[in-house]
């Protein structure tokens, strides 16, 4: 019978997917078949999946990321509800990796969650069939009293996958004693014999200071404290882009802090409202001397060596805000390489067509920055699929050359409007400077991330950083804080394993 554990917690943001990754990793070297879940999750950083019809689906970035720790192929079992906002209180509904819809929080839950439990329940007991263990994801905090009557990613999962629970609690905020008391008492009593340990997780200092208030919880709750993970950022894709750096930050230098900064170059990012897959941001941002800015949008863009302007959830939308704003008079006096990535590439066209397909206004023409020789037509249907490309690197890539690979998730289609160079495939485009593309993940490329850096550190005047590769994988990082830090008689006992 396989075995599940829901990973939940007292809160967003506690550690969930890390100690799930770790989990994974620490599993499947032990030789266990192991799979990664979550029932339902809110997210725009999006990764493509097999659906159960073996064509292509997404599903959220974590669940990816996690079953490439169980080295397991992602399939859209793994996430088979994802909720992807879009503003104004809508978000994309997407059911076994395929878009349904766009509702709002009541029209779901009224209308959509009983669909969605059964989505979620079936693909749990497929991935049930697969593997001996799954180790399953909450979402946000277990005890929304709220929303006890619709929690699928935590109440839901507990009841249809007979789960047991490891409950965190993030001692960074202060409070997680209190926390992790008031959420135990919270949980329904029906549910309160499967919580099996809980956890702090982010904790700076000697561990030693906790063990009397871990002694009076254990003594109130009558569950055991399964470790004390400290505080450390393995690397791992974020969930979402509420982990950006705050408004006003620069963010950090990547690969090492200890780069001067006159050994470093900025590349700005505007902070979209709608922003999706940040994540392709984040192997660019380490690399030593690179700091990636998420800037307003009135940003003047004085202080940039390059611009990547991310993909959205809503191109049209997300354009008129920055002309609202003045980026596109910023954007048209910078001379810098900037890369445009999906919704950022449709920005950077002559015009996008048929707009209203995805704007909240009624719209039909809204023109594009004119940086390149492009236009967008929307259409309803969605692209979803991973993908293989030959580079042939110029402007802001210039000299990469070879294969690279990653996802495809956009709507419309994007054609020349005079002959320009397509160094990724038909739907890309480049100047000498100015690079638009489709493909999600193409700085995880390293020839093409070093390529991009190389040409910005050029146009700032600077040589990059020597870059030294000794560090481990982030799968092999959150399964050391899992090995290391949760007790081992607790996987022993409690995985079966």
Same mark, same amino acid.
């Given at each position: 019978?396989?075995?599940?554990?829901?990973v939940?917690?007292?809160?967003?943001?506690?550690?969930k997917?890390?100690?799930?990754a770790?989990?994974?990793?620490? *599993?499947a070297?032990?030789?266990?078949?192991?799979?990664?879940?979550?029932?339902?999750?809110?997210?725009?950083?999006?990764?493509?999946?097999?659906?159960p019809?073996?064509?292509?689906?997404?599903?959220?970035?974590?669940?990816h990321?996690?079953?490439?720790?169980?080295?397991?192929?992602?399939?859209t079992?793994?996430?088979?509800?994802?909720?992807?906002?879009?503003?104004?209180?809508?978000?994309?509904?997407v059911?076994?990796?395929?878009?349904?819809?766009?509702?709002?929080?009541?029209?779901?839950?009224?209308?959509?969650?009983?669909?969605?439990?059964a989505?979620?329940?079936s693909?749990?007991?497929?991935?049930?069939s697969?593997?001996?263990?799954?180790?399953?994801?909450?979402?946000?905090?277990?005890a929304?009293?709220n *929303?006890?009557?619709?929690?699928?990613?935590?109440?839901?999962?507990?009841? $249809?996958?007979?789960?047991?629970?490891?409950?965190?609690?993030d001692?960074?905020?202060?409070?997680a $004693?209190?926390?992790?008391?008031?959420?135990l008492? *919270?949980i329904?009593?029906?549910?309160?014999?499967?919580v099996?340990g809980?956890?702090?997780?982010? @904790?700076?200092?000697?561990?030693?200071?906790?063990?009397?208030?871990?002694?009076?919880i254990?003594?109130?709750?009558?569950?055991?404290v399964?470790?004390?993970?400290?505080?450390?950022?393995p690397?791992?894709?974020a969930?979402?882009s509420?982990?950006?750096?705050?408004?006003?930050?620069?963010?950090?230098?990547?690969?090492?802090?200890?780069?001067?900064?006159?050994?470093?170059v900025?590349v700005?990012?505007?902070?979209?409202?709608?922003?999706?897959?940040?994540?392709?941001?984040?192997?660019?941002?380490g690399?030593?001397?690179?700091?990636?800015?998420y800037?307003p949008?009135?940003d003047?863009?004085?202080?940039a060596?390059?611009?990547?302007?991310p993909g959205t959830?809503?191109t049209?939308?997300?354009?008129?805000?920055?002309?609202?704003?003045?980026?596109?008079?910023?954007?048209?006096? $910078?001379?810098?390489?900037v890369?445009?990535?999906?919704?950022?590439?449709?920005?950077?066209?002559?015009?996008?067509?048929n707009?209203?397909?995805?704007?909240?206004?009624?719209?039909?023409?809204?023109?594009?920055?004119?940086?390149?020789?492009?236009?967008?037509?929307f259409?309803?249907?969605?692209?979803?699929?991973?993908?293989e490309?030959?580079?042939?690197?110029?402007?802001?890539?210039?000299g990469?050359?070879?294969?690279?690979?990653?996802?495809?998730?956009h709507?419309?289609?994007?054609?020349p409007?005079e002959?320009?160079?397509?160094?990724?495939?038909?739907?890309?485009a480049?100047?000498?400077r100015?690079?638009g593309?489709?493909l999600h993940?193409? @700085?995880?490329?390293?020839?093409?991330?070093?390529?991009?850096?190389?040409?910005?550190?050029?146009?700032?005047?600077?040589?990059p950083?020597?870059?030294t590769?000794?560090?481990?994988?982030?799968?092999?990082r959150?399964?050391?804080l899992?090995?290391?830090?949760?007790?081992?008689s @607790?996987?022993?006992?409690y995985?079966r394993?």
């Open positions: 019978m396989t075995q599940t554990l829901l939940a917690g007292t809160a967003s943001h506690v550690g997917s890390t100690i799930v770790g989990l994974c990793r620490a *599993l070297d032990r030789g266990v078949d192991v799979a990664p879940f979550k029932a339902q999750n809110m997210s725009n950083n999006a990764r493509v999946a097999v659906r019809d073996g064509e292509w689906g997404e599903i959220g970035v974590s669940q990321v996690q079953a490439r720790a169980a080295r397991v192929p992602t399939t079992d793994m996430n088979p509800v994802l909720l992807k906002p879009r503003g104004d209180g809508e978000s994309q509904l059911i076994d990796g395929e878009a349904v819809g766009h509702f709002s929080a009541g029209n779901y839950y009224d209308d959509h969650w009983e669909d969605a439990r989505a979620a329940e693909a749990y007991d497929r991935l049930a697969d593997h001996d263990v799954i180790v399953a994801e909450g979402a946000g905090s277990i929304e009293i *929303l006890h009557d619709r929690d699928l990613a935590n109440l839901e999962t507990i009841r $249809f996958a007979d789960a047991d629970v490891l409950v965190l609690a001692i960074e905020r202060g409070g $004693f209190a926390a992790l008391y008031g959420t008492a *919270l329904p009593d029906e549910f309160a014999d499967t099996v809980s956890a702090l997780t982010k @904790f700076r200092g000697d561990a030693s200071l906790l063990d009397s208030g871990i002694d009076e254990e003594t109130r709750t009558g569950v055991p399964v470790g004390v993970v400290p505080y450390d950022d690397g791992l894709p969930e979402d509420v982990s950006l750096p705050a408004v006003g930050e620069r963010g950090v230098i990547g690969g090492d802090s200890e780069v001067p900064e006159d050994e470093t900025t700005a990012v505007p902070r979209l409202p709608r922003l999706s897959n940040a994540t392709d941001l984040e192997s660019l941002a690399e030593p001397g690179v700091r990636v800015a800037e949008l009135d003047d863009l004085a202080d060596d390059a611009v990547v302007l959830k809503n049209v939308d997300d354009l008129r805000e920055l002309r609202r704003a003045g980026f596109d008079s910023a954007i048209r006096s $910078f001379t810098g390489p890369v445009g990535l999906c919704g950022g590439y449709q920005m950077l066209g002559e015009r996008i067509e707009a209203g397909v995805e704007s909240t206004e009624s719209v039909e023409t809204v023109e594009g920055f004119g940086l390149l020789p492009v236009t967008t037509t259409s309803p249907e969605k692209r979803v699929e991973r993908v490309q030959r580079l042939d690197g110029v402007g802001p890539l210039a990469a050359t070879g294969p690279v690979s990653g996802y495809e998730i709507m419309g289609s994007t054609t409007t002959p320009v160079e397509t160094p990724l495939s038909d739907e890309s480049a100047t000498d100015i690079l593309t489709y993940g193409l @700085f995880e490329n390293e020839r093409a991330r070093r390529a991009f850096r190389d040409a910005v550190f050029a146009h700032a005047g600077k040589r950083p020597t870059v590769d000794g560090s481990s994988s982030p799968f092999e959150a399964k050391t899992v090995n290391d830090n949760l007790n081992t @607790f996987l022993d006992e995985l394993v």
